[in-house]
Structures are given as structure tokens and as C-alpha cells.
């Protein structure tokens, strides 16, 4: 082996041997794969922590020993309707739901039902159905089936009639033998029409079933029976929500929709039976952001309508100071007991009374005389129910047994799988409990039994959430000791491979051989560690991830202890290293965790990166301005760029829509690229620039035929984001000719700058060209601007290393010059790289900035509520969920895509191995990954429980993300060339 030392006198990247190298690119190869599985195993270890699934099966149901006060129930839910839009009052005092405000005041019983984040249309269901929480993974199991099967009120039924959508009908009527259910094609979920008519669809064919009972008997049999429910789904505000949000006429004008046909079909069901023994409850799963969209704990999501009327509910009363005063019990977003109704609601004098969104479910089945359903953690609000003391607390007593009978489920499952078993002390004598409350009714304290019952309840939640996290103490422990050994490992193998810190990696092999009898006798010992914690996890029965989160932990530290000859060395090169050296170390250490510290604290305040770029603003220009010689435009273009990045964290993550605005930015992006473009003529002709100003020869005629080219797709990009907006305006379907279009341009352009110049930065510009027409068509707002912001301040960066470069200490001057006339062709790829020194941690974490500020630019990617599904509306309007999805997606890859892409041409450009980076950001990334770890909560509002999660989530994607990213990005930059690859002489 040979190396090379450059100008600076400092080391050049060595020449490795042909079998050294397999060695390397293979370990790396291992490595990578074994990162992917670790990050996708830990990520899904947040879910058996903190979120498995609350089913248990083996529970008996128990019936309220009480007369059901109702026949059958009829269901209303108005999926996406948000409690304000429904109560409060329009400008004239009149209500958009007449109808259900005379039932508050005359009939029935009014409040707030809170729902649980993801407020999305499953979860939202199956709370109001099948009375429990359901764990957020299951919303990515789809939408059609059950992940798991569970019970409902649906399934306690004597017999179910259900109408509406075809994405929630299934989920609870697919699999019911008992169950009559009719649904629209999906096709119907259009965008770009009135969805109103949905609700019509849903009001109609329910009055068409009573009409055709009429003349089929087994039809009115079934109809006549008691046990019955009667579910219509009501998607219209939903879709309308979405598309023309939830402020727009067309949003409110559906409200009205809703109540008109609530109130045809109450009349018409009242004449059908015209019994009195109807009960009617209406609500919705969620509600709806004002930007359009939901899934995060906002209260514009969490706040949904509940109005209860007919058999077995209660008159309305008059609120009064005790009614109203908050009695301690807390919801499951940390709202209070009947917070104050708002003065624009004007419903002060009527006594509200708020539940949990699971409450609904114990509600339905006791107006029915039903056991709950069996996984059902819902509290019977004894305020909607017309019983007397007596069967108030019967029906209380069957409440609090059902959720007892889970907790003892849970119980007996966990003792039976453990070898040390730790009950839940605080209902070690349950029996005690349930004999106090038998004996209460039994001489009639029903008020006392009541309360008894209610402190039960919330002992028996408080079990079910002990059994919850049961194991998440050893869980912690085993993810935390496998994220630190493989951090540990990279950093080894990061120092063995990819610096001079030591010896070669084929030395270190060959000094490995000589202990390795040492290395056996600590792998051996790690394999037996390894089965004896896989025995125990087997007698204990436990899931098939426990065994793989322990697996790697150990693998990873019999790894790192197996190679104690180069960790030896180490540290007696540190003992003998200079105090400068350990001083600058440390430094750099220091700096590194805070700034990864700063971006942990962006995920939580977004404003945090306008003063980084506040700030490097500042520092950019004056370092260039005053280390490179004469006056030039830079230093002010990399003070300008970093200042208008700065705005858009200033920004509401909330995006207005402004469609000027997103043609008007087509027209920067363009001045843009054309700006960059000629940075050969304004740049001075200084060594400082040499690198990319200067390269490869090429046509210019050809490369400037593809630019004006790329620059007609963005404008007409632009004209087509006016023409497909014009048409949605006006309430008309977008032409299949648009979609098309749109489609082909979006297309088109992403291929063109593959056959642009392989100059640095005319191939940066040709990709910002060429991704432009796609993220125009999906902007909606100010990020159409954000998107040329971030490219200025992507070519600051380059130009800001490049005057790196030019400093006479720089050591990446001289290893490009040196290794050009010390290697031959067959030695191209190596002699592009060098060693990674310490100064070149700024890169990585420049990315890692850089890379987040793209999440965060112009929202909180952080909540699900930050998709914008109007993004989507110029190539799709037809409710498709996975195609939408996908654009969503697309879009928030788009500036991902350019940061990568200036990343590959910055480690070009300094001549580094662009793996040895990828793993210095993983490094990075995984000491960010760790700190959510433990930020997760399952405590607090469920607004920061969810954003913990997804927090968490996005931190361990990340380094998934990146090695697609870069998989992605090397198609467009594998031959970019610099003034550096193309000199000839030193």
C-alpha cells in the first residue's frame, strides 16, 4: 500500500488493496442493512412500550340488570363536523342546525365529545362504536378490515342497518351476519364538486329501506325487532372540510344539509314506529383544522358535537352554578369538565354536559339494555340517561364490571407469562370493591353506589394502563444499551476506515488476528448471553420482537468488545495525543451536541432556525468577504439568502391559500436558476471560484437549448397552477386534459436534468429547474416561494466551502491537486476521497440543519395534521387515499431531494467519501433519535404524546430517508465535476 501526501503536508486518502477494499465495501454493505433493521425494529419498540393493543379476548360480558328504556338506536355521525361550526350562531342569530338546536332546547341533551389524537375517521369510529382507543399503528393497517377483530355495539345488536362511506362501513359491518349495510362508490369522494350530496345519498337510501318494508315483510320483521341500530354515515363535511375548508359556505352550507336531513329522517322514523321508543344520538368521529385537515390534538379536532335525544334520554335543563363548576374529571385531551360554552354558541342557560368520545358506546348499549362491548374503557355519563336511581346504578354496576373484567384479563394473561409477577397493588382486593358496590345498591344508596362505581372505574383504568407499560422498563433499557452500541460501532468503524487516526484497515485486520482467540471467547460469551435472555423471553411468552430488540443489542456489543485490540489502541492514542489536540476534540464534541440540542428544540419551536440562519447569514458573509481577496457580490448573496430562509420559520405552519402567489414564485424560481446560472460571468475570475465556475467543456448551445427548455416547462407550470385553481373556484371538475397535463409536466421535467452539463452548477440549476414544475403544481401557498429560498441558500453553501477551500491551511486544496497527478484512471474513485478530519464534522451537520429545515421550512411535519390535502387537487380530486398519499409525500421530498443533491456536490467538491459522511449523519441523526426516545410521553395532553411519537418517528425514518435519498440523488449528481476534478497541474 501507498499514500500520498498533498501540499499541506497533511495526509491524502491511501490506496487500498483490491481485497481491503472488498473487505470495506462489504462490511459496509452489512452495515447499512443492519442500520435500516435496527432503526425500523427500534422504531416499532415505541408501540409495544407505550401502545399495544388494548384488546384482550377471553372477557365475558356483562349485562345491565335494568329494563332497556329504548327498542333501537339511531346513529348519526357527521364525519370531520367541528363542535363550533355546529353550535355557534351565524351573523343574524340564526343557527345552521334549527332543527338540533330545538332538540337542545326542548328534547334531548347537548355537550362536547372529545376525541382522541389521531382524530382520523377510523380511529374516531371505532371510539364512538367500539368504546375503546384504538392504538395509533392500527391506522396504518388499513382502512377496510380490522387489524384485529373486536366487538362494537354493532356486533351486540339483535340486528344493524348502516349507510354511507365505503371506507368505515367495512371496518364494522364487513364481517356481521346481522348487519344490513349499503355504501356509495368510492368514485362519489370528489374533491371538486359539493360533497353534500353524500349525506343526501346516505338520507335517502335509509327513507328507501323503510319504503321497501312496506311491501318485503321479512324486511319489517326485521325493522320491528328490538336491539336495533340504525347507523347513517354522513361524509359530506368531511370532504367539503378538506377541500374548501371548514370556514367556506360550502363547508357551513352542509351543516345545514345535515340537519334538514336529520330532521326528515327523525319525522320519518317517529311516523314509521310511532312507538316513543327511538333513541337518537348525533356526533361526529373528528373535527377539522381551519387549513383543512385533522389528525393532531388541536381542539378544532378534538372538539366534536353530541346531541342525544327520545327514549331513555333526559329533558334539557336549565345550568346552574353547580352544573357548570368544574368537578376534577379530566377528558382524554386534558380538557376539563364543562369548560365554559362560548358566548357565540348562546347556549349558556342550557346545561351542557361533555364525555369522552368512548362514553358514546356504554351510552348506546345500556338505551338498549346490551353489555357493553367487551373491550369497551368508556364511562357511562349518567347524565344522558332518563332511569331512576335504581337502574342508574345498576347499569353503573355493569359498566364498572365489564371494565374490570378486562383488567382481570389482563392480569391473569401477564402473571401467566411472567417468572416474577408484579401486581397492580392498588386492586390487589377487587372483590371488596364490587361486594361494597352489591351491598350499596342492596340497601338502596344508590348515590353512594354511584360514586363507588366511579372511583372504581377509575382504579380499573388507572390497572389497564399499568398492564400497558408493564414491560416497558426492560424495554427502555434494551433499546437504550442498542442504540448506544451502534453508535459506537459507527464511530469505530468511521475511525478505522475513513480517517488517519490510526492504521490502515487491513493492518488493523491483521493486528485483529493476533488476539483472535480473545475475539472467539467474547463472541461465544455474547451467543450464550444471547440464548439464555431467549429462553427467558420464551418461557415468559413473549412477543416475537422482544427476542430481536435484545438480539441486536447484544450482537452490537459483542461487535464492539470483540475488536478490544483496536479500542486498546485507541485509547493509548489518545493518552499520548497533544492537549491541543484532546482540547479541540472535546471543542468540537461540545459544539456538535449542542447544535444537534438546538434542532431537538426546533421539532418543538420552529422559530428556532430563524436565528440560526439569522446568524449564519452573518458569519457566511463575513468569512467570505474576508478570505477571499477583492469585492465581489458573494459575501452579500450568502448574507441575503440565509435572511430570506430566516422568514419562512416566522411563518403560520398553517398555509393560506394564495394563488398569485404560487405563480408569482414561478417567475423567481426562474430568475433563480438564470442567476445561478451566470456565475461565470459575475463571479471575478479568482482561484476562489476556480472550482466551480470552471470544469468540463460541453456544448453550450445544446446545455442552453435544455435551460430555455426547463424555463418554458416552469412557466407553463405556472399558467396550468392558475388555469387548475380557476376551475375549482367555480365549483367545476378539473378536466381530464388538465390532470394530464399537469401529470406529463411533472414527469417531463424530472428527466430533463439528466442530460444536462456535468458542471457543478449548471447541473444544480437543471435539477432545481427540474423538480420545479412538480412542486409548483403542488404548492398552495407561500412554500411555492420557500422552495427558491432554500436553493439560494443551498448555492451559498457550496460558495461558502469553496472559499474553505481557498484558505492556505485548507488541506482539501492540496489533496486535489496532489492525488491528480499520483493516481492513475483505474484509481478514480479513490483518489476522489481523502481523509475525513475533524474539521469536516461541519459538513454533516450543515446537512443534518439543512435537511430539517426543509421538514419544518413551512410546517410542523411533526403532526399528521400538516398534510395539506388541497396540495394534491391539480392532479387528483377523485378521493383516492394512497395516491394522495403519495403526492403528499412526493411534495415534502422535493426539498429533501435538492439539499441532498447540494450535499453530493459539496463532498464532491472537498474531495470526501461521500459513506463516510452518510455515516457521520448517522451518528448525528442517532443522537437526536435517542433524546425522543426518552421525550416520548404517555403522560400529558394527547396532543404532545402524539407529537412525541411522531417526533420519535421521524428521527428513526431519517436515517432510512437519507440512504434514499442519497440512492435517489445519485442518479442526477454521479458526474458532477469540478474545476478540482478537471486541473492538470499543481
Not at 299 to 326: F, Y
Not at 457 to 480: K, N, P
Not at 625 to 640: D, E, H, K, R
Amino acid at each position: 500500500m501507498t499514500a500520498e501526501a498533498g501540499i499541506s503536508g497533511l495526509p491524502v486518502r491511501v490506496r487500498l488493496s483490491s481485497t481491503d477494499e472488498k473487505w470495506r465495501k462489504k462490511k459496509e454493505k452489512w452495515m447499512v442493512l443492519m442500520g435500516i433493521v435496527l432503526h425500523a425494529v427500534y422504531m416499532m419498540s415505541i408501540f409495544d412500550i407505550y401502545f399495544k393493543s388494548p384488546i384482550v379476548h377471553g372477557i365475558d360480558p356483562v349485562t345491565p340488570r335494568i329494563t332497556p328504556p329504548a327498542e333501537r338506536v339511531v346513529l348519526f355521525i357527521a364525519d370531520g363536523l367541528r363542535a363550533d361550526k355546529f353550535f355557534e350562531l351565524e351573523t343574524a342569530k340564526k343557527s345552521r342546525a334549527p332543527f338540533l338546536r330545538s332538540i337542545i332546547y326542548e328534547k334531548g341533551r347537548w355537550g362536547v365529545s372529545h376525541a382522541r389524537p389521531p382524530t382520523e375517521s377510523r380511529p374516531g369510529h371505532v371510539a364512538i362504536i367500539a368504546g375503546f382507543y384504538e392504538d395509533p399503528s392500527a391506522v396504518t393497517k388499513g382502512w377496510k378490515a380490522n387489524p384485529v377483530e373486536f366487538d362494537s355495539v354493532f356486533n351486540r345488536s339483535r340486528h344493524t342497518f348502516a349507510f354511507g362511506s365505503p371506507d368505515i362501513l367495512p371496518i364494522f359491518c364487513g364481517g356481521l351476519n346481522h348487519c344490513s349495510w349499503s355504501s356509495y362508490p368510492h368514485e362519489y369522494e370528489d374533491f371538486a364538486t359539493d360533497a353534500s350530496f353524500l349525506d343526501e345519498w346516505s338520507f335517502d337510501h335509509f327513507r328507501g329501506l323503510l319504503n321497501k318494508s312496506n311491501e318485503d315483510h321479512a324486511l319489517k320483521q326485521l325493522l320491528h325487532q328490538d336491539k336495533l341500530v340504525i347507523f347513517l354515515h354522513l361524509l359530506g363535511c368531511d370532504t367539503n372540510g378538506h377541500a374548501h375548508r371548514p370556514y367556506s359556505l360550502i363547508y357551513l352550507n352542509n351543516v345545514k344539509v345535515v340537519d334538514k336531513g336529520i330532521e326528515e329522517t327523525y319525522n320519518l322514523i317517529e311516523e314509521y314506529f310511532n312507538d316513543n321508543r327511538t333513541a337518537y344520538i348525533f356526533t361526529a368521529d373528528h373535527g377539522m383544522s381551519d387549513k383543512g385537515s385533522h389528525g393532531d390534538g388541536h381542539p378544532t379536532n378534538t372538539d366534536t358535537p353530541l346531541v342525544a335525544w327520545g327514549a331513555g334520554i333526559q329533558k334539557p335543563k336549565l345550568a346552574t352554578s353547580e352544573s357548570s363548576t368544574d368537578i376534577g374529571f379530566r377528558f382524554v385531551d386534558e380538557h376539563t369538565h364543562d369548560m365554559p360554552t362560548p358566548p357565540a354558541w348562546d347556549l349558556e342557560s342550557i346545561e351542557r354536559v361533555d364525555v369522552n368520545q368512548a362514553d358514546i358506546a356504554p351510552l348506546m348499549t345500556t338505551l338498549l339494555g346490551l353489555a357493553s362491548p367487551l373491550n369497551s374503557v368508556g364511562s357511562l355519563p349518567m347524565e344522558y340517561l332518563n332511569l331512576d336511581k335504581e337502574e342508574q346504578a345498576e347499569a353503573a354496576f355493569a359498566n364498572v364490571k365489564q371494565i374490570l373484567n378486562q383488567f382481570l384479563r389482563k392480569s391473569q394473561l401477564k402473571q401467566s407469562r411472567s417468572l416474577h409477577f408484579r401486581p397492580f397493588g392498588p386492586l390487589s382486593k377487587h372483590h371488596i370493591f364490587v361486594k361494597e358496590i352489591e351491598k350499596l345498591i342492596s340497601s338502596r344508596q344508590y348515590e353512594a353506589a354511584l360514586h363507588s362505581a366511579q372511583d372504581l372505574i377509575t382504579l380499573c383504568l388507572a390497572g389497564l394502563h399499568y398492564f400497558q407499560t408493564y414491560d416497558w422498563f426492560s424495554l427502555m433499557t434494551t433499546i437504550t444499551m442498542g442504540y448506544l452500541g451502534w453508535m459506537v460501532y459507527i464511530i469505530l468503524h468511521v475511525l478505522k476506515c475513513y480517517t488517519c487516526f490510526l492504521a490502515t484497515p487491513y493492518e488493523t485486520r491483521l493486528k485483529a488476528g493476533a488476539n483472535e482467540v480473545r475475539n472467539k471467547r467474547v463472541r461465544i460469551f455474547g451467543g450464550l448471553l444471547m440464548v439464555l435472555f431467549s429462553i427467558i423471553l420464551l418461557i415468559e411468552r413473549s412477543p416475537p420482537l422482544y427476542h430481536i430488540y435484545l438480539a441486536l443489542a447484544i450482537f452490537l456489543w459483542t461487535e464492539i468488545f470483540s475488536d478490544s485490540s483496536f479500542i486498546q489502541a485507541l485509547w493509548r492514542a489518545l493518552q499520548d495525543s497533544r492537549l491541543i489536540s484532546i482540547a479541540k476534540l472535546m471543542a468540537t464534541c461540545i459544539v456538535s451536541f449542542l447544535i444537534l440540542e438546538l434542532l431537538v428544540s426546533s421539532f418543538f419551536e420552529r422559530r428556532v432556525y430563524s436565528g440560526v440562519f439569522l446568524i449564519a447569514g452573518i458569519v457566511g458573509a463575513v468569512f467570505v468577504s474576508c478570505n477571499t481577496p477583492g469585492l465581489s457580490m458573494v459575501p452579500a448573496f450568502v448574507w441575503a439568502s440565509c435572511w430570506f430562509l430566516s422568514c419562512f420559520t416566522l411563518m403560520p405552519a398553517e398555509i393560506p391559500d394564495h394563488t398569485q402567489l404560487v405563480v408569482g414564485s414561478g417567475i423567481i424560481l426562474v430568475l433563480v436558476a438564470i442567476f445561478v446560472r451566470s456565475f461565470d460571468c459575475i463571479l471575478p475570475k479568482q482561484d476562489a471560484w476556480h472550482p466551480i465556475v470552471s470544469g468540463l467543456k460541453h456544448k453550450r448551445d445544446v446545455s442552453w437549448k435544455l435551460f430555455i427548455l426547463q424555463v418554458f416547462l416552469v412557466i407553463l407550470s405556472s399558467g396550468m397552477v392558475w388555469i387548475s385553481t380557476t376551475y375549482r373556484a367555480q365549483r367545476r371538475q378539473l378536466l381530464l386534459f388538465h390532470q394530464l397535463i399537469n401529470w406529463s409536466l411533472a414527469g417531463f421535467s424530472m428527466v430533463l436534468p439528466l442530460f444536462s452539463s456535468h458542471r457543478l452548477l449548471d447541473r444544480l440549476s437543471s435539477i432545481f429547474l427540474g423538480f420545479g414544475p412538480a412542486f409548483l403544481l403542488l404548492s398552495i401557498g407561500y412554500e411555492a416561494l420557500f422552495y427558491s429560498a432554500l436553493a439560494t441558500v443551498l448555492v451559498s453553501w457550496i460558495l461558502v466551502e469553496c472559499a474553505i477551500l481557498y484558505l492556505p491551511f485548507s488541506e482539501t486544496q492540496g489533496v486535489g491537486l496532489a492525488d491528480q497527478n499520483t493516481f492513475n484512471k483505474e484509481d478514480s474513485r479513490q483518489r476522489n476521497n481523502r481523509f475525513l478530519k475533524l474539521s469536516d464534522v461541519r459538513i454533516a451537520l450543515c446537512f443534518l440543519i439543512l435537511i430539517n429545515v426543509a421538514f419544518f421550512g413551512t410546517g410542523n411535519v411533526a403532526s399528521i395534521a400538516s398534510f395539506e390535502i388541497s396540495s394534491v387537487y391539480r392532479f387528483i380530486t377523485i378521493f383516492n387515499p394512497f395516491i394522495m398519499a403519495a403526492l403528499l409525500l412526493f411534495k415534502l421530498f422535493i426539498p429533501f431531494i435538492l439539499v441532498t443533491c447540494a450535499f453530493s456536490a459539496v463532498t464532491n467538491l472537498v474531495k470526501l467519501p461521500r459513506l463516510g459522511c452518510y455515516f457521520m449523519v448517522l451518528l448525528f441523526s442517532d443522537v437526536m433519535t435517542i433524546h425522543f426516545f426518552f421525550l416520548v410521553r404517555n403522560t400529558g395532553s394527547w396532543m404532545e404524546i402524539g407529537n412525541s411519537i411522531s417526533h420519535f418517528g421521524i428521527m428513526s425514518a431519517q436515517v432510512v430517508f437519507i440512504l434514499l435519498l442519497f440512492a435517489i440523488t445519485n442518479i442526477y449528481t454521479k458526474d458532477i465535476q469540478t474545476g478540482l476534478s478537471s486541473h492538470k497541474e499543481v
